[in-house]
């Protein structure tokens, strides 16, 4: 079978497809292990904690065109090669190339923070552009305002760090050192970054290497053929399932984010998806999100890149699928997206874009709640993950006081389903939270508890995720605190009878006479040795009325502490004499059904607005 799939005929010959299914599958899965393995050489190699233990990266590969062919399960990136080929034309490449940014506003969305760096290099065979590789990092700091680049306190992107337009940053080769030189010059901590940067390139010259097997083994006509047919077989997967979900006509949903830590909001975005007929006779679906609020002070704002409506859709109907790969048909499902230029959503150089991982996790919510409006069965709204900083310094073993930068991403609870409860305690897709034993040895901090938030997971038929608390005594003599926290005025919503998501903080010394409560977006906290900081994240909405619930699961989350007892008589109509269940106050508590609307946000409403 391989030696005629090696042999296959040129395309001109070609009466039907050139990859004939079987090689098709066998092609899906060699260039979705090639870009795993991209994914765990960069994980492996890597310096810093946000790459190595939070898995912050994103890998991809594209077709000779710059179309990607496969990706990462990440919905919030858009497309990532155009921005190289305007200050380098595709044709133009060469063998040994290597592309550099980080430029948020020069890739129009593409990279969303300075943090995140891409790097892009063509593929070759016998002289032939056949494809491309791209790997992506979140760097711990560029510069910046205060180490780790970013902080709420910002107000233009100059202050979250060094940018970086399109740059050649290697030639057919040759690695440009004086241009990493100046990059790693602008970190605080340049030895981490230089670090990082090389497990970067790695990661891209592996990709080349593993991509160019495959072309070895299949011919460049063969799997350009392979990736046209996967990118054609997921758009109309996509299109087939629009079609489902949105009826003819036009169907909006309105969320928002809390502030932009500067005392401005709440921050609302209003998306709306129409469906209608074209010229051509065929369907055509708009994405529309230009009635959303004006950009923001602070650095909340998401310059969201056209492709990534597409791709949330996209990734949702995939639904995990292992016969599909994530690629550009979602996107290319679209055919029309609008930005309003000046909006939160578009914001108008050079506004700050540092934390507007909050701002795209309530984009991901919205979507969920389009899709809902329309009659679909998306998952109940989810926290934002949580941020906190920490910079400071501790005395190491020879007593010298030394610089340390914590950043600590912190899971939340997600929103139920249809059909099951949402995840407990997650960050963001296959990111993970930093374990216990990692932050003790590597960092100065005790960490005194950490667990599910009780009562954080709306209440439902399908309850919400929960949340995480983490309590740090701070082992430094001194550090500033960096939090980011939302969803605390407007909360993951629940929708047809499900309860919103409980809310997240931050507190300093809870219970004592120095007690003190922190601003959920906020930089400057001063903390210093023997401080304990105590952070709770939100959790996510509930599915279904809470009555529906079946009271041997409501037992079971009391048991494993994700529902209080209070909660469990007051919300689900469930009592329990001692760890178990007794029948006779529940029915009792059950017999008086509350009513509920199809959204609660504090309160049961017909329409969030």
């Known amino acids: 079978m391989l030696q005629s799939i090696t042999n296959a005929p040129p395309l001109g010959d070609a009466e039907g497809p050139l990859c004939d299914p079987v090689s098709l599958e066998i092609i899906r899965g060699a260039i979705a292990a090639a870009q795993s393995e991209m994914e765990a050489l960069l994980e492996r190699t890597a310096i810093s904690a946000f790459i190595r233990e939070k898995k912050d990266f994103y890998t991809a590969l594209f077709d000779e065109n710059g179309v990607m062919a496969v990706g990462s399960m990440v919905p919030i990136f858009g497309d990532m090669t155009s921005p190289v080929f305007e200050s380098f034309p595709a044709d133009t490449m060469k063998p040994g190339d290597l592309y550099w940014y980080n430029d948020c506003y020069g890739s129009r969305g593409a990279v969303s923070h300075s943090n995140d760096q891409v790097l892009l290099a063509p593929v070759f065979k016998d002289g032939k552009r056949c494809a491309f590789v791209m790997s992506w990092a979140h760097f711990a700091d560029i510069g910046g305002i205060r180490p780790g680049s970013i902080s709420p306190d910002a107000t233009e992107i100059f202050q979250e760090g060094i940018i970086i337009p399109v740059t050649k940053l290697v030639d057919e080769g040759k690695t440009n050192e004086a241009t990493l030189a100046i990059f790693h010059r602008n970190s605080r901590f340049p030895a981490q970054s230089n670090g990082d940067m090389r497990a970067l390139m790695a990661s891209v010259d592996l990709g080349v290497k593993r991509v160019g097997e495959i072309l070895d083994r299949f011919s460049a006509e063969v799997v350009s053929d392979a990736f046209s047919q996967l990118l054609a077989r997921t758009r109309r997967l996509v299109r087939s399932k629009l079609a489902e979900t949105f009826d003819y006509g036009t169907h909006r949903f309105t969320d928002a984010i809390d502030g932009d830590g500067h005392g401005n909001g709440p921050f609302k975005m209003r998306f709306a998806l129409t469906r209608e007929v074209g010229k051509d006779g065929e369907d055509r679906f708009i994405f529309d999100a230009t009635e959303s609020d004006d950009q923001a002070p602070g650095p909340v704002n998401y310059l969201m890149n056209p492709g990534v409506p597409g791709m949330a859709l996209g990734l949702y109907y995939l639904g995990g699928d292992p016969g599909q790969v994530c690629n550009a048909g979602g996107p290319n499902a679209i055919d029309e997206v609008r930005l309003r230029e000046g909006s939160f959503l578009a914001p108008r150089f050079p506004a700050p874009l540092g934390m507007r991982g909050l701002t795209t996790m309530r984009v991901i919510s919205a979507m969920n709640g389009l899709v809902n409006v329309a009659g679909g069965g998306a998952p109940a709204a989810n926290s934002a993950y949580v941020i906190s900083i920490m910079r400071g310094n501790f005395r190491n073993e020879a007593g010298d006081l030394e610089r340390f930068l914590l950043a600590d991403g912190i899971g939340v609870g997600y929103g139920a389903r249809p059909d099951s409860d949402g995840i407990d305690a997650v960050y963001f897709v296959a990111q993970e939270n930093y374990p216990v034993e990692f932050l003790e040895v590597g960092y100065p901090v005790r960490l ?162």
Not at 462 to 478: S, T
Not at 498 to 516: C, D, I, K, L
Not at 520 to 529: A, H
Request: aromatic share 6%.
């Open 448 to 609: 005194r508890s950490y667990g599910v938030v009780e009562d954080s997971g709306g209440a439902g038929r399908y309850r919400g995720g929960c949340g995480i608390i983490r309590e740090y005594e701070v082992m430094a003599e001194d550090a500033i605190l960096a939090v980011r926290i939302d969803s605390v005025k407007n909360p993951p919503w629940g929708i047809d009878g499900g309860m919103s998501g409980g809310t997240g903080r931050a507190v300093v010394n809870p219970g004592t006479e120095h007690e003190r409560m922190l601003a959920p977006l906020s930089d400057g906290n001063r903390l210093v040795r023997g401080d304990i900081l105590r952070i709770e994240t939100g959790g996510g909405g509930g599915h279904g009325h809470p009555f529906d619930r079946s009271t041997q699961a409501v037992v079971e989350d009391v048991l494993g502490g994700y529902v209080s007892r209070e909660a469990a008589e007051r919300l689900y109509g469930v009592v329990l004499a001692g760890n178990s269940l007794d029948e006779a106050a529940t029915a009792r508590a059950r017999a008086s059904r509350p009513s509920a609307r199809r959204f609660h946000r504090q309160e049961y409403v017909d329409v969030l607005a």
